[in-house]
């Protein structure tokens, strides 16, 4: 059999590099869709959302977090529905819902049908990245998997790169109601392409040959053989290491979403420009990310280690947050610098942590426990955003949300150097 991992440049392997070419740029899109709708939030609060709708500034911070508890709920029915059934109908249910629902946001006035929508949103989106992780299972092998992964989560980046430029602009020319509405039509477009160009396996696509289908499926079926048997869920859930990452993933999306959601709100408190301004200016941190996370991605595959390229860059995000902290007082552009600093650094090791999971338990419970670690960094997620916006809106300013997330990221970059590989934590079941 031609392994996968030589790089050898044989017909099957040629033939297996359109994976790279023919998936991962539909994977690539449509998260990328899913993040414009999650994180435009930030733009429509900076630009007035709570003053148009009369509300006060803490109802504002509940309404950006509320989306988070509903991308708790559904993480795990998702993610079974994924692997027993369809992960490719699934997401086109699930770019339907959110497309429909993220334009709605513009359009809803009433605070707790916008706190409903909110809600809803977070469910739909809920059944994305778990969804996407376990079709890339299905698709590549663990050389393989951080890149995979990588490019999957490089929508996150990608987005808000372009996003933060674009939607001040937008939100200038029509409005942040409009501006709602306009961004959540894609994703239901993109919801036909998605069912018409993607399949769950690859025996099921018309431009893999069946030998190259034959050779990967081999490859995963021997992969899975060197993992501990997991009988059950209960038992995975269980296993310390599961626990471990789902604390650490917890502390990690509070640094992370309070960072996405209300960085808008930090830069126009901190300079007196346009929206359109601080769009430009809150593109750079998510610059430096995609400069850093496919070279952290390529050298993670070709050394098979995840958690030496995932703590170090946690560790430097939060130190820089609180180099933000302790400048912001004296330098508005000395505290942004050290913030595009920790928005790199804090997106830099997605790929390798996402790796670790499917190469710690078998398939018949890697894709359930992915859903539970991505439904408690949800949690981590809605008292990030909600915390670090109450944060602003009490002290007025935003030292103290830096401050805040620093703590949390410096704490995730310390737990995850505590993970000890799986064999120590579970034994092969008799």
Not at 262 to 280: H, Q, Y
């Amino acid at each position: 059999m031609q392994n996968l991992q030589t790089g050898n440049a044989g017909p099957l392997h040629k033939q297996l590099q359109r994976r790279w070419l023919y998936l991962l740029p539909a994977v690539f899109v449509t998260y990328s869709l899913a993040y414009l709708d999650r994180a435009n939030y930030g733009f429509g609060a900076a630009a007035g959302l709570a003053k148009t709708l009369d509300i006060s500034d803490s109802r504002a911070a509940f309404l950006g977090s509320l989306f988070f508890l509903g991308y708790f709920l559904f993480q795990v029915p998702g993610a079974a529905y994924a692997r027993r059934k369809s992960a490719g109908r699934l997401v086109f249910i699930a770019l339907l819902s959110w497309g429909t629902l993220a334009a709605l946001t513009g359009i809803i006035r009433q605070f707790w049908l916008l706190a409903l929508d909110r809600l809803l949103l977070g469910v739909a989106e809920s059944l994305i990245l778990p969804a996407m992780l376990i079709l890339l299972t299905n698709w590549f092998t663990r050389a393989e998997r951080s890149r995979a992964n990588t490019i999957l989560i490089l929508g996150n980046p990608v987005t808000m790169l372009w996003m933060s430029a674009a939607t001040g602009y937008l939100i200038k020319a029509v409005g942040w109601q409009m501006t709602f509405v306009i961004e959540g039509i894609p994703s239901i477009l993109w919801a036909f392409v998605w069912i018409i160009l993607v399949r769950d396996r690859p025996h099921n696509v018309p431009w893999l040959k069946p030998e190259c289908c034959d050779q990967l499926n081999l490859q995963l079926e021997q992969e899975q053989e060197t993992l501990p048997r997991m009988p059950s869920l209960a038992i995975a859930f269980r296993t310390p290491g599961v626990l471990l990452l789902c604390l650490q993933y917890f502390c990690w999306s509070v640094g992370v979403y309070g960072f996405v959601i209300w960085l808008p709100t930090m830069i126009k408190a901190g300079m007196s420009r346009g929206i359109e301004t601080v769009g430009l200016l809150s593109a750079a941190p998510y610059l430096l990310a995609i400069a850093l996370m496919l070279p952290v991605a390529y050298l993670s595959d070709r050394t098979l280690s995840r958690k030496h390229f995932v703590w170090p860059f946690l560790v430097l995000s939060g130190i820089f947050l609180f180099g933000s902290y302790i400048t912001a007082s004296h330098s508005f552009w000395l505290a942004y610098g050290f913030l595009i600093l920790a928005g790199g650094t804090m997106y830099a090791p997605y790929g390798p942590f996402f790796a670790i999971i499917p190469e710690m338990l078998p398939r018949n419970v890697a894709g359930e426990v992915m859903a539970l670690i991505n439904g408690i960094g949800a949690l981590g997620a809605f008292v990030g955003s909600w915390l670090v916006g109450l944060l602003q809106a009490v002290t007025g300013n935003s030292q103290a949300g830096f401050l805040f997330m620093s703590v949390s990221l410096i704490l995730a970059g310390g737990i995850i150097f505590r993970l000890r590989p799986v064999s120590e934590h579970v034994k092969p079941a008799q």
